[in-house]
């Protein structure tokens, strides 16, 4: 059973859910995909223990809470079916340019490319060769978009994320690191 929560840490009101699991034998706080915090807890826990565990975490919560606000001022993309709808064949277009972009200037050799409406990854690559983008990179910033794309271009290569991978994403993108960063604090909503 979840239920939504509020608390107050330095003048900042949390939104919380509260979820209540069988399965768990300590409380555990995290960050949901779609950007709340979810407590899990054994059953039968009282108030005051879950307000006691709260503040002992204030400085990680509000620490993400800052991330989350960063978010929610355009860090953060919605993933609609209608939304996806609209856009597929439009992301399919730049998607696909990108991609024979960086192919065709690196000697890349793929399959097939589909577009879909993901909402837990950005992109992957299969080993026969075939990759798989999330509609979203549309509206990503375009040196992130880049970076996911090159990112499932170098699997091509190397279907792991060892040294050797991430040499060839360098050698693409200089400085992927900070565009990866980038695109690792944006959540899916």
Known sequence: MTVERFIKLKNNRIKYHLKSSPNSRQMRLSVSRRGFFVLTVPPKVDYLTVRRFILSQTDWILERFDALVKINQGKAVR??????????????????ARVEYFARKHRFRYGRISI?????????????????????L??????????????ELCHLRHFDHGEKFWQTVKEILPGYEGIRQKADEIIFM
Not at 116 to 136: A, H, K, M
Request: aromatic share 12%; hydrophobic share 30%; with cysteine.
């Open 116 to 136: 879909r409406n993901q909402r837990t990854v950005w992109g992957s690559c299969s080993e026969d060769g075939n990759l798989n983008f999330n509609y979203i």
């Open 138 to 151: 549309l509206k990503m910033p375009k040196d992130i978009a880049d970076y996911i794309i090159v990112h």
């Open 79 to 96: 993933c609609s079916r209608r939304d996806y709808l609209k856009n597929k064949e439009l992301a399919r277009s730049f998607i696909t």
